[in-house]
């Protein structure tokens, strides 16, 4: 009687040492085997209540928005009526606008892409999407949209997977600056281009840019392209914004805006060997 | 039987209402859960269902494994520690519930990131304010719970001398 009310009294401690065990476990080979039957069975009722919490949420922003809606309505509207007037002479060719839309390569040929969404997106920079290791989804596959970079697979399950965005702050990747005036659809080879290099790290809502030259002529509205050995290919991350202006300064930083909003995109497509 | 079904049901109920919650206003119904639970059921039971929750949610919410344990662990220690100094019974004694969800919210991105990437994630001030107010709402309900529980209890036991 005695003895178990000691261990009673020690529970607390017994279960805080099984749940260090429990992570460095969790840190070893021994992971993955216990994590997959977990995700296994319980990942698609956690895709479901999110996906009923995405609707439930997108609906409250509706109705939080309404007004502007209505507003932003009205104004297309009576866009539309006016565009329509302007431009009743100037009805694009049909089989033209098919041809183009043929040749135009929305994403980069040679490699083969996973279409996956986006289930919910964490504070740290971080969103998860429902694609994973059943699906041939990696440690480390790139996350794109076209030729615009979303961000690295950092985690994978069964069924999903984490991916870290370049906000996040452990994320850093090694850039080059090209002139806005480039057409990046065209410009196939960009060294000749370079502005400067640069590095960019994430910083919770922003994404910092570090390490360009002092005498480079970067300028605000310059594109972003990611340049790392770890991504494998150059890809876009956004355009260059805030750029000191500090003489004193041994080199340039800013900010670079991304192109897509994170928190708005739904579809991503992960690119696996 | 029925009652292991009504269990294994009421598991699954809890995941999808806590992805939900999650989801929409990033509230945690588990942490209230846990704490209605503690001292109320057998120890055996709570430990049971707190291990085999806490690894489902770290699978599904992609944190290390073990973090939801070791963190609600070392606040359920801290929390006896609290009511060392504020009576449960007290006027103040919901102080260290708020004190123990507050640091729940905290903890939880704090230890899944120092243990997957070794970093101190960056905290910005409106995820003070909304943690704050989240616990408060956690108090909240938890109180509610308590009052629920207690008014069962005068019901049932009615006809009852309890030695206390």
Redesign the interface.
């Known amino acids: 009687m005695k003895k178990g009310n000691q261990i ?1 009294k020690y ?2 401690f017994i ?2 040492l ?3 065990v ?2 460095l ?3 070893s080979f021994l ?1 993955e085997s ?2 997959y039957p ?2 296994y069975i ?2 698609p ?6 996906k ?3 609707s ?2 997108n609906w ?1 922003n509706a109705l939080v928005d309404a007004s502007s809606y209505i507003e932003e309505y009205n104004e297309m509207k009576e866009e539309i009526a006016r565009l329509k007037v302007e431009n009743s002479e100037k009805l694009i060719d049909y089989a033209e606008y098919i041809s183009l839309k043929e040749h135009s390569a929305i994403l980069k040929s040679g490699g083969s892409y996973v279409e996956s969404e986006i289930l ?1 997106y964490k ?2 920079g ?1 969103v ?1 999407i429902n694609k994973g290791s059943e699906d041939g989804v990696k440690k480390g596959d790139i996350v794109v949209i076209g030729r615009v970079f979303i961000g690295v697979v ?2 994978v ?1 069964l069924k ?3 991916v870290r965005l370049p906000i996040n ?2 994320s850093s990747f090694e850039v080059v600056i090209v002139p806005s005036t480039v057409d990046l659809n065209k410009e196939s080879r960009v060294d000749s281009l370079v502005k400067s290099k640069g590095v960019v790290i994430g ?3 922003s994404i910092v840019i570090e390490n360009m030259g002092i005498n480079s002529s970067v300028l605000d509205g310059d594109y972003v392209l990611l340049r790392d050995e770890r991504v494998g290919q150059i890809l876009i991350l956004g355009t260059l914004i805030g750029v000191s202006k500090d003489p004193a300064s041994t080199h340039k930083t800013g900010f670079v805006s991304p192109i897509f909003d994170y928190n708005s995109i739904l579809n991503v497509f992960v690119k696996v060997e | 039987m029925i009652k292991i079904l009504l269990i294994t049901i009421s598991f699954f109920v809890l995941l999808f209402v806590e992805s939900f919650l999650l989801r929409v206003f990033s509230f945690s119904l588990f942490a209230v859960v846990v704490l209605s639970m503690w001292k109320r059921v057998n120890d055996i039971l709570f430990y049971t269902f707190l291990t085999l929750f806490g690894i489902v949610l770290d699978c599904v919410l992609q944190v290390p494994l073990g973090t939801h344990i070791l963190v609600l662990t070392l606040l359920f220690l801290l929390l006896e520690f609290l009511w060392l100094l504020v009576p449960v019974e007290g006027k103040f004694g919901y102080i260290p519930i708020f004190f123990f969800v507050f640091l729940y919210y905290l903890l939880i991105p704090v230890v899944s990131s120092l243990l997957s990437e070794g970093v101190f994630p960056s905290l910005l001030s409106s995820i003070w304010i909304e943690i704050f107010v989240k616990s408060v709402i956690s108090v909240g309900m938890f109180m509610l719970i308590n009052r629920f529980t207690k008014s069962l209890r005068d019901n049932k036991s009615r006809g009852v001398i309890r030695l206390s």
């Open positions: 009673k529970t607390h279960y805080l099984f749940c260090i429990i992570v476990i969790g840190k992971g216990i994590k977990f995700s319980f990942s009722v956690y895709a479901l209540g999110s009923t919490g995405q439930v949420s409250r919910s504070d740290t971080e998860i950092s985690n399950e999903s997977a984490l702050s452990s910083d919770v809502e």
